[in-house]
Structures are given as structure tokens and as C-alpha cells.
T-cell receptor, first 110, second 110 residues
Framework: QKEVEQDPGPLSVPEGAIVSLNCTYS??????FMWYRQYSRKGPELLMY????GNKEDGRFTAQVDKSSKYISLFIRDSQPSDSATYLC??????????FGTGTRLQVFP | SQTIHQWPATLVQPVGSPLSLECTVE??????LYWYRQAAGRGLQLLFY??????ISSEVPQNLSASRPQDRQFILSSKKLLLSDSGFYLC?????????FGSGTRLTVV
């Protein structure tokens, strides 16, 4: 079993839709959770950072962490074509050595 | 502000040839630095990390090595490339909140 599992997609949605991206993990010691966005042929860029359980909102993006279920989510409201990218979840026990999911490819069509 | 530079952007090398990829960071001192490889469908795999000059930790036994000759310089090397070394190589440094990645080097071994 992989430490971090992420559906690779692709996920195709119309502009304006609410997008839900998810990851599950097996290591109960993980306490730092991140979401990265990666455009084609570019390095990943940090989108959301969460410590421990709970929700965090930033504009159209909301990150949720449920440590009891070992499950994290990223919601994108009012999705735009510019949101089309691969989304990677990442997590770690401390702030070192992030473990990444394989990424979910999202396409938002006009 | 902190920036990370990585070069070259793309590289095509024959099997058996040597490799040297360089990464430099500006705007911070004594950063934790990381080399990741991203292969299709496999997410980001941590190859090496360094907490200081001359300090290298290897995560995965492989045909690659890393060096940190200066505080803000991290180099990924190989003496003889294999076909399986092809991939997208990313350098990163650890900030307060998550990692910042370079723009990556796409290496194709032919």
C-alpha cells in the first residue's frame, strides 16, 4: 500500500463547477498537509498549507483535513479554465521530507 | 524574497554519458535543499536532501549522487546515465510553509 493515494484522473468539469480533489494516507503520524498545483512542464507551486485537522479557506480554494479518516480534500469553487493543471497532495510528519501523491489532472472547459 | 534557480530546462543525453544538474537558492541562508524526480504516473520521488554544506542524505539507491559544495548550491550528478534516469528533476528548498520548487529539468536519456 502506498503511503499516499490520489486518484490520477483526469477530471474534466465545465467552467463554474465545484471541484473536489482527494487524497488518502496510511501514516497516522502525518500532521502537515499541503496542496500543490503544477502546470504542464513547470515546477509545483504551493496552493494550500494546513497543520493537523480542520479547514482552511483561501479565495476559491478550501482545504480540509480529517485525520481520523486519514483523508484530505481540496475544493475549488467557481472553477476557471486557468485552474486546469495537475494537483498534488503532499504531507509529512514534520516539516521535512514531504511525501507526495501521484497527482490528479484537472481540466476545466469553457 | 527567496528564489530558486534550476538549469538547464531540458536535456537530452546518450546512455552512458555523465550528468550534472545545478540548483541555486537566493534570499535565504542555510536552507534545507531537496532533489525530486517526477515520472509519469508516479508522483514526486525524493532522491536526496541536504541540511547543510557537505551533508547529503540519500533516500533511494540509484545511479545518481548529489553534492552541496556551497550553502545555496545543490548539484545532482551521474557518472553514467541509464535509460531509466529519464524524468523531470526538481530542486526544492524548505520554507516556513512547505517547499518552493524550481522550474525543473526535463531529462531524456536516449
Amino acid at each position: 500500500q502506498k503511503e499516499v493515494e490520489q486518484d490520477p484522473g483526469p477530471l474534466s468539469v465545465p467552467e463554474g463547477a465545484i471541484v473536489s480533489l482527494n487524497c488518502t494516507y496510511s501514516n497516522s503520524a502525518f500532521q502537515y498537509f499541503m496542496w500543490y498545483r503544477q502546470y504542464s512542464r513547470k515546477g509545483p507551486e504551493l496552493l494550500m498549507y494546513t497543520y493537523s485537522s480542520g479547514n482552511k479557506e483561501d479565495g476559491r480554494f478550501t482545504a480540509q483535513v480529517d485525520k481520523s479518516s486519514k483523508y484530505i480534500s481540496l475544493f475549488i469553487r467557481d472553477s476557471q479554465p486557468s485552474d486546469s493543471a495537475t494537483y498534488l497532495c503532499a504531507m509529512s510528519e514534520d516539516t521535512d521530507k514531504l511525501i507526495f501523491g501521484t497527482g490528479t489532472r484537472l481540466q476545466v472547459f469553457p | 524574497s527567496q528564489t530558486i534557480h534550476q538549469w538547464p530546462a531540458t536535456l537530452v543525453q546518450p546512455v552512458g554519458s555523465p550528468l550534472s544538474l545545478e540548483c541555486t537558492v537566493e534570499g535565504t541562508s542555510n536552507p534545507n535543499l531537496y532533489w525530486y524526480r517526477q515520472a509519469a504516473g508516479r508522483g514526486l520521488q525524493l532522491l536526496f536532501y541536504s541540511v547543510g554544506i557537505g551533508q547529503i542524505s540519500s533516500e533511494v539507491p540509484q545511479n545518481l549522487s548529489a553534492s552541496r559544495p556551497q550553502d545555496r548550491q545543490f548539484i545532482l550528478s551521474s557518472k553514467k546515465l541509464l535509460l531509466s534516469d529519464s524524468g523531470f528533476y526538481l530542486c526544492a528548498w524548505r520554507g516556513v510553509y512547505g517547499y518552493t520548487f524550481g522550474s525543473g529539468t526535463r531529462l531524456t536519456v536516449v
